[in-house]
């Protein structure tokens, strides 16, 4: 059976109908942040859910992605003209502007996030004898940097999250069909878990995340030669450390998109039935049988 349908809401433009293309929203709860591409550049704009100006954050000539906002801090993942990706910040009260890896043309950092101070970003740089790939934490406040520790050799990895005890992430380590694994640690390093395994019984195609303090959200999708239900993008709740894994939806069709929402509560894009609706649920379906 399909999930009950949510009460709808009439929709609040946020974004100024100004011909550009606004994409990539992201928000805490207070603030909404996204990305305006025009002719000549990309703006990153905010502007607080409740109504206000318009405001702009950072202009780049090169590209973004990946926006988050927590608070007074923005952070973004900018191109650089040589194709490298940085991980840059703005906090929108003090003005500062910076990279977490210092935009450094040998180091490339993507798929950031953001909580207090703490931003948790992946990250390549060189190693004794190679590139190589891990997880960093940059702490604002103090201006610290902590490369946690991996239980193998990262080929790739995926979005990552900050909880308030934890950093989550997406992890490639073993050669196989493009399974990943979804690990935490505490932001010093300790405590490092793989919640959901790369191989074996249960292994996730996962390819985004996102968390709020109390809930972690995969998103998932088998590869396949057609479309099929069965391997369209599903969305999948696990517990913090790892002794359930859900689905959010029983629902039919693709699930994407997804978004915590504080408490246990996320909101994604549904395309049950044939059309795009924005959803939310509180609570997982579980297994689907």
Known sequence: MPDAPTARVAPKLISPNDGRYHVYPATDGRTVVWAAFGDTGVDIL????????????WTSFTGVEVLRVAGDLVVFTEYDPFGSRHVGYVNTRTGKQA?????????????????????????????????????????????????????????????????????????????NQGQMAVRRSAPDGTGLKDISPETGDGALFAYDL????????????????????????????????????????????????????????????????????????????????
């Not at 502007?47 to 702009?56: D, E, H, M, Q, S």
């Not at 998109?257 to 609706?277: E, K, L, P």
Request: glycine share 12%; aromatic share 6%; net charge negative.
């Open 210 to 289: 996102t968390a709020s303090d109390e809930a972690l959200t995969v998103t998932a999708q088998t590869p396949d030669t057609a479309y099929r239900n069965e391997t369209l993008p599903k969305l999948w709740r696990l517990t913090p450390d790892g002794s359930r894994v859900q689905r959010v939806s029983c629902n039919r069709g693709e699930q994407s998109s997804a978004a915590a929402d504080g408490g246990r509560r996320v909101v994604w894009i549904d395309g049950t039935t044939g059309w795009t609706d924005l959803v939310t649920r509180e609570r997982p379906a579980g297994n689907c049988g």
């Open 99 to 175: 990279y977490v890896d210092g935009g450094k043309y040998h180091l490339s950092t993507a798929v950031g996030s953001v909580k207090g101070s703490t931003i948790a970003y992946g990250k390549l740089y060189p190693g004794e004898t190679e590139y190589e790939l891990g997880v960093e934490v940059f702490d604002v406040t103090t201006g610290k940097t902590k490369l946690l520790p991996q239980s193998g050799t990262p080929q790739a990895l995926g979005q990552t999250a900050v909880t308030k005890d934890s950093v989550v992430w997406l992890v490639d380590e073993v050669e």
């Open 46 to 57: 905010s502007r607080p859910i409740a109504g206000g100006t318009v405001k702009t954050v």
